[in-house]
């Protein structure tokens, strides 16, 4: 093995994908219920975004950011016409999008201090990694980058204690989907939002995994009703092709000028090409009203024939991102779920995490909730 043994891989190797199919090299079909962690939100290879993607191909591949690209402003419109952000930095991945968010919230304040929460997950640099309130991620890499401190998910007194008068930043996401697909409620959101600005500390949303329609909103922050300083996006946004973005209000903007950031890959032309075409997409009324409709109707059959088993503990739900919390170890289980055909996630320990593609069927969802509760029926609980 010529590769770094950094992740804990399954035994399937993939041949080819198309929609919420994907096919290994022995010919054998899995209906895909964690779309590449989040990221293929219209699903493998869809038609449109490839179709765009071939196109730029036959423009061009690669520019400076020195130079003037047009479907970069293009993207970021889309992106801030509809949300709390005026602009836009493009970069390559979600970590990329939470460091630049960082580096602005203590550019624009003068202080340093960023206060996140306790099984967070914000990326795997130095800075995302100090961010992440997940032990596991930092052990055996020395010290963390200064100026972290960690409160408790949906505990404002939490928060309260850890501000003082260096902080310039609260940043979290509004479901931590590594910690368990834990939404926020809605006190706890508004009170935190309140709280920011008493205190003139920014408040950063990390919308890596909860962005792009993910929970039935264009961002997972509209469902709260409250307006982020700063906000970051990733994986759905190019279905596949590496892109990051942070986007921030416009009174931010001259904090990141010409020298005080940047990214060779940056808004790649390819990754910007799929960006768009995907928020076409996405960004319409009646896709979004389709997704809440889907979500809607799995929670119902998850509540139906999942919640009630005496090895499930609780589900939780934030539009299509489901956390089925189960009473002891899932490891065992994702395993054999992909035996039989479907593929899902871990979150932590204990939590089977579903993130279908946004263009899942509702036939393909009861597929899914028959695997489920085919496996899920026959564990006992030993503890």
Known sequence: MALFPTYNRYDL???????????????????????????????????????????????????????????????????TEDSAGDNVFFCNSGAEANEAAIKLARKVTGKDKIVTFNQSFHGRTFATMAATGQEKVRTGFGPMLESFSYATFNDIDSVKAQLDEHTAA???????????????????ITELAKLCKEKEILLIIDEIQTGIGRTGKRFGY???????????????????????AM??????????????????????????????????????????????????????????????????????????????????????????????GLLTLSAGEKVIRLLPPLTVTTDEIDQAVVCLQEILQKQKVTI
Request: glycine content about 10%; overall charge negative; some cysteine.
């Open 13 to 79: 190797s993939v041949s080819q994908a198309n929609g919420t199919i994907v096919e290994d090299i022995n010919g054998k079909k899995y209906l895909d219920f964690g779309s590449g962690i989040g990221v293929c939100n219209l699903g493998h290879r869809h038609p449109d975004v490839q179709k765009a993607v071939e196109e730029q191909l036959n423009h061009y591949w690669h520019m400076s950011n020195l130079y003037k690209q047009p479907i970069q402003e293009e993207v970021a419109a889309f992106i």
């Open 247 to 340: 986007v921030a209000k416009k009174e931010y903007a001259d904090a990141f000028g010409p020298g005080s950031h940047g990214s060779t890959f940056g808004g790649n032309p390819l990754a910007m090409a799929a960006a768009k075409k995907i928020l076409e997409i996405v960004f319409t009324e009646s896709f979004l009203d389709e997704v809440e409709e889907k979500a809607t109707y799995l929670a119902e059959q998850l509540d139906k024939n999942i919640t009630s088993l005496a090895f499930v503990k609780e589900v939780r739900q934030k539009g299509l991102m489901v956390g089925i919390e189960c009473q002891e170890s899932t490891a065992h289980l994702i395993q054999k779920i992909m035996h039989n």
């Open 170 to 188: 609260v940043m979290l996401e509004v479901v931590q989907g590594e910690g368990g697909v834990i939404p926020a409620s809605e006190a706890f």
């Open 222 to 244: 509209e469902h709260y009703g409250i307006e982020p300083d700063i906000f970051t996006l990733a994986k759905g946004l190019g279905n596949g092709l590496p892109v990051g």
